[in-house]
Each structure stands twice: as structure tokens, then as C-alpha cells.
């Protein structure tokens, strides 16, 4: 089992900055991979963005390229997204999500289905 903790979201401005962390604990020694996903009032979950736990590839969706930066610390097993430039769009609750059945070397996956833990989730709004 792994647990996920999420915080940092928040009510902020078009413009502004926010960054998230998700602590895992328990049995971190099995994460391959861990991603955000966010999900807006009446829409479906999207995926946002993943890293490989061990070689650090990253994925992102095009609508936060550039403006969104996922990171990782192994030794704190903390993934951290740090979201610059925040649109009204960006509002959402944001689920920290971890796979621990890919390979230790796979690009990380941008299936929800591939992932096997998740968070409670964390609310950001951006206000215009």
C-alpha cells in the first residue's frame, strides 16, 4: 500500500503562482511513477502531468507546457507541481496519482487507469 498526501492548492489570480506537494508513505520503494491529474466542475478527470520515479521523465499536457513544472525528491518520496502563470482555466481539483506496476524505466503513463494509488485531491481556483 501507498499513501498519498496532497496540499498547496489555494484561491489565487490570473497570474499567479501556486505549488502543490504530494507525500507518499508506506511502500515507496514500489513507485514507478507518479502524475497529477485534476478534474473541473462537470468535466471528466484530465491527465496534467507525470514523472518516471527513477530516470525523471516528464509528461505534460500542451495546455500547461511551459507554464507547469512537475519535480520529484526521492529521498522525501515528494512530488511537487509547481504552476506558474495560472489561468482561470486551471481551476480544478488537482489528485496526485502514483503507479507502482510500470517499469522503473517507462515513460510515464497518461492513462488514470495506470495508476494504481491516489490522493484525496487538492482544490485550486484561479479567479480573472
Known amino acids: 500500500q501507498v499513501q498519498l498526501v496532497e496540499s498547496g492548492g489555494g484561491l489565487v489570480q490570473v497570474g499567479a503562482s501556486l505549488r502543490l506537494s504530494c507525500a507518499a508513505s508506506g511502500r515507496t520503494f514500489s513507485l514507478k511513477a507518479m502524475a497529477w491529474f485534476r478534474q473541473a466542475p462537470g468535466k471528466e478527470r484530465e491527465f496534467v502531468t507525470a514523472i518516471n520515479w527513477s530516470a525523471a521523465f516528464t509528461r505534460y499536457i500542451d495546455s500547461v507546457k511551459g507554464r507547469f513544472t512537475i519535480s520529484r525528491v526521492t529521498a522525501k518520496n515528494t512530488v511537487y507541481l509547481q504552476m506558474d502563470n495560472l489561468k482561470p482555466e486551471d481551476t480544478a481539483v488537482y489528485y496526485c496519482?502514483?503507479?507502482?506496476?510500470?517499469?522503473?524505466?517507462?515513460?510515464?503513463?497518461?492513462?488514470?487507469?495506470?495508476?494504481?494509488?491516489w490522493g484525496q485531491g487538492t482544490q485550486v481556483s484561479v479567479s480573472s
Open positions: 496519482a502514483a503507479n507502482t506496476l510500470s517499469g522503473i524505466y517507462s515513460a510515464p503513463s497518461v492513462n488514470s487507469d495506470d495508476y494504481d494509488y
